[in-house]
């Protein structure tokens, strides 16, 4: 996130090929690689990149929820799914290709700690019972660049809910699969692995945290976080954690992986506000990605009427970074 700023930022959008062209090629070049191993009697080499339909396929497309309304237009997916924070796969934006190689299916999330009965629940009865809901999101990340998403999904107040934490719980703790065999950027032994995210019960129960299963009216890509990965539209991007295979409720807040690695940059609350920079850049504006034009960022990146009230009495605290 922090090393490779410069870079990120000098790609232009437009760099960016069609969806449709680019999966053609790997399709071809796949089928044309599979041949002789079929031949031979082996198996095909990458179990995440089988063409197996999504089993939540049918979910899709979810009704939109229309009190999640957009300034803006939404991002096309071409420019969205091929300019991606996801470490695991690499410190740069180019890891759609690299992440397909994630196995995403069976997937299923824990729950454990101060909850009633820990339990481990597969992800697609989740999104059966949970119900699916369309929402267009704006993205902000703290690099300074958003967009805009179709998001589909269920609000994680749904998850703590069915998780039914005790009233010692105070925070809600979440982590990332951890597979160095599929996710090289893991034997980066300098990360603090696996990726973790922390956010209060009020945060997690306000009806903006968004647990997101899909994008663009089908199941998300696999750079998106699939499965299952959290939006929380109003704070910095990095908090967005993604492959969730646990959450957990406990009652000291636990150090996040880049509060662990950069805590005076990138803090617990990471709230979204113009008037406080960066220690390295200014948060006043940001570009956005669908058209390369930069605008005023906003205070909760404009979601204050939802969630201003959560941090009353926290003035104290570093609400911004
Ligand atoms: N597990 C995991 N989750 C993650 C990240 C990551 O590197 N690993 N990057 C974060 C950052 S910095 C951002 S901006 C968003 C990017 O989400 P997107 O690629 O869907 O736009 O995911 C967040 N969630
Ligand atoms: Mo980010």
Not at 66 to 85: G, Q
Not at 109 to 127: K, M, N, Q, R, S
Not at 181 to 205: H, K, L, M, N, S
């Amino acid at each position: 996130m922090f090393v490779h700023l410069k870079r990120g930022w000098e790609l232009p959008a437009s760099a960016a090929t069609p969806e449709s062209a680019y999966l053609d090629r790997r399709t071809l070049v796949r089928t044309l690689a599979a041949g002789p191993l079929l031949a031979a009697g082996l198996a095909l080499p990458r179990p995440g990149r089988t063409e197996d339909a999504d089993p939540s396929a049918g979910l899709y497309p979810a009704a939109r929820n229309e009190r999640y309304a957009l300034d803006r237009p939404v991002t096309d997916e071409p420019i969205t799914s091929r300019y991606n924070n996801f470490y695991e796969f690499g410190s740069h934006k180019e890891i759609h290709e690299r992440a397909q190689d994630l196995v995403i299916r069976p997937w299923t999330i824990a729950i454990d700690g101060l909850v009633e009965a820990p339990t481990t629940i597969d992800v697609d009865t989740l999104f059966r019972e949970a119900g699916l809901e369309e929402r267009l999101y704006r993205h902000r990340c703290v690099e300074a660049w958003s967009m805009a998403i179709p998001w589909t999904g269920f609000p994680l107040a749904k998850l703590v809910t069915v998780a039914k934490p005790l009233g010692s719980a105070k925070y809600v703790a979440f982590e990332t699969f951890m597979d160095a065999d599929v996710a090289p950027g893991q034997r980066q032994v300098w990360y603090p692995w696996p990726y973790t995210e922390v956010v209060t019960i009020a945060e997690a129960t306000n009806e903006l945290a968004f647990l997101v299963t899909g994008a663009y009216g089908k199941p998300m890509a696999k750079q998106f976080g699939a499965p299952i990965r959290l939006h929380l539209p109003w704070k910095y991007g990095f908090k967005s954690i993604k492959s969730i295979v646990r959450v957990s409720f406990v009652e000291e807040r636990p150090k996040t992986f880049w509060e662990t690695l950069v805590p005076e940059e990138y803090g617990f609350w990471a709230n979204v506000n113009p008037a406080v920079d960066h220690p390295r850049w200014s948060q006043a504006t940001e570009r956005e990605l669908a058209t390369g034009e930069r605008v005023p960022t906003l205070i909760f990146n404009g979601y204050g009427d939802f969630v201003a009230p959560l941090y009353a009495g926290l003035e104290n605290e570093p609400l911004y970074m």
